[in-house]
């Protein structure tokens, strides 16, 4: 799902704090491209088929090519988010050591382990932005600022997070299921990826963080929220919205909606 960030403007780029919310938020990209530096507990990042083990300290760049979504995290999790827009890539990231800041979907990893003295380093930049939020001028200097520093501290950092690419079953079953999140039948599913159903569940459960059900459930949310962006005003009514991404029933959508929403889906806060 292409998210559009609602960004200030005069501003090249956010910042804000990440706490656990009511609900989950869908797998999403955007054009801007994302960094993401862990304070606290642990999590799980799916990122395309890749997924990183996250714990404090670690930075992770998201880029507005590649689909993410926090599959799995600790109660206590917390870490800053930060975005920069286009044009700031622009702007500061033309020579070769940081022009790869401005590709859509490099190869690579791009999720290490800071040291413990950049990591406090970054927190400060990050602290102290919040207060020039009302002075555009100073926030995208500051916004510059800590792009270069963050990518240099990544540059420098020797050790990488906990990353491993999903296995080539696993793999195949979320892409069909991204591709067709109406699947009902997990053995046909199971069958087609070459595994065993049983196998594949606890391999899925493994790798990702979250059940086969659980994720062609978020699927089938992902695919009903871009219908109902892209639905005319008189055709938005629910039920066939709910039906046409996948699911069985209103009930069974509404039921999975609220679970991971934290809301109804006639709700929007």
């Known amino acids: 799902m292409l998210e559009k960030l609602p960004l200030p403007p005069a501003h090249d780029g956010a910042v804000w704090g990440y706490t656990m919310p009511s609900g989950d938020h869908p797998r999403h990209h955007h054009v801007e491209l994302e960094l993401n530096l862990v304070q606290a507990g642990t999590g799980r990042y799916l990122v395309d088929d890749r997924v990183h083990a996250l714990t404090p300290g670690a930075l992770i760049w998201l880029f507005p090519r590649q689909s993410h979504i926090l599959v799995d ?8 988010i930060v975005v920069f827009r286009p044009r700031l890539l622009r702007r500061v990231c033309g020579d070769e050591r940081r022009r790869v800041l401005r590709a859509l979907a490099p190869t690579g990893d791009f999720c290490r382990q800071l040291p413990a003295g950049a990591f406090r380093r970054l927190e400060r930049q990050l ?15 500051a916004l510059a600022s800590l792009l270069l520093d963050a990518w240099e501290d990544f540059l420098v950092a020797e050790t990488p997070a906990v990353s491993a690419d999903l296995h080539p079953a696993v793999q195949r079953a979320a892409q069909l299921l991204r591709a067709a ?21 606890e391999l ?6 979250v059940s086969l059900v659980d994720f062609r459930n978020r699927a089938r949310l992902e695919s009903f929220s871009a219908l109902r962006a892209a639905a005319k005003p008189g055709e938005r009514k629910l039920l066939p919205l709910a039906l046409e991404a996948g699911f069985g029933s209103y009930q069974q959508f509404y039921r999975v909606y609220y679970r991971h929403h934290g809301h109804g889906p006639g709700t929007e806060g």
């Open 73 to 80: 995290r600790s109660p206590d999790y917390r870490m800053w």
């Open 204 to 209: 899925f459960h493994q790798q990702t963080g």
């Open 181 to 201: 999140p109406e699947i009902d039948d997990m053995g046909e599913l199971a069958r087609k990826a070459g595994l065993s159903r049983t196998r594949l569940s």
């Open 127 to 141: 602290n102290e932005m919040k207060a020039r939020e009302g002075d555009a001028a100073r926030y995208n200097a």
